[in-house]
């Protein structure tokens, strides 16, 4: 018999704050304060050219962790986690246990980048995690969102003989995979769009 999954999304829902606008801004301060230009200066280029729409955010996203990842080692990004774990949403982080101690599998799910998303998995003692990778040149990259995200948790727990029985997310990019759950889909703090989009798709839902 299959586990019953829980998927949980990071930025605004087991977290407060947008983790990756967090990272590009350590980043950016860390650079600074240890004379690395040559992470700061492409990592600011590519975020105004982000900010005047010259670029797709996910181009901008691939780009800045190109330029950033080995910048962001090990230290570093343990003690970026620590900043982001301030920002943890307790009512989230209560549910997730309620269901751990029924035997569920829980499973971090996020568009953020795979580096510090499963430092955050690892410290909140989950099961699992479906990240953005890190850019490589032999692969083809892509953003962990939307249909990507979908696909990637279903192979995740497939692979760990499991099934979605929740998924807990605060935004409409997770439509795709609220649509493959049967069980229960739980909004955390939506906006008037989500709502509107998630309403629309006639998926049933909660909101916490």
């Not at 605004?12 to 950016?28: M, P």
């Not at 492409?42 to 797709?56: F, K």
């Not at 029924?102 to 410290?123: H, N, W």
């Not at 990637?152 to 935004?171: K, P």
Request: glycine share 4%; proline share 4%.
């Amino acid at each position: 018999m299959k586990r019953q999954a829980v998927v949980v999304d990071l930025d605004g829902t087991l977290l407060s704050v947008n983790s990756f606008r967090e990272y590009v801004l350590y980043v950016v301060k860390e650079s600074l304060r240890t004379g690395r230009v040559g992470v700061l200066l492409p990592v600011m280029w590519n975020v105004v050219l982000r900010i005047l729409r010259v670029m797709p955010h996910s181009v901008m996203k691939c780009r800045v962790l190109e330029k950033s990842s080995l910048f962001m080692d090990a230290a570093r990004l343990s003690l970026f986690v620590d900043k982001l774990l301030l920002q943890v949403n307790a009512d989230v982080v209560a549910m997730c246990e309620k269901y751990r101690s029924r035997g569920y599998y829980i499973l971090l799910a996020t568009a953020a980048p795979v580096s510090y998303s499963e430092i955050i998995s690892c410290r909140m003692g989950f099961d699992g995690c479906c990240a953005t990778p890190l850019p490589l040149p032999e692969l083809k990259w892509h953003e962990n969102a939307r249909n990507h995200k979908r696909e990637s948790v279903l192979q995740h727990l497939s692979s760990m003989n499991a099934s979605v029985a929740v998924v807990i997310t605060d935004h409409h990019d997770d439509i795709p995979l609220m649509k493959t759950n049967s069980g229960e889909n739980i909004l955390i703090n939506p906006s008037q769009k989500t709502l509107s989009f998630v309403r629309k798709s006639g998926i049933p839902i909660a909101i916490l």
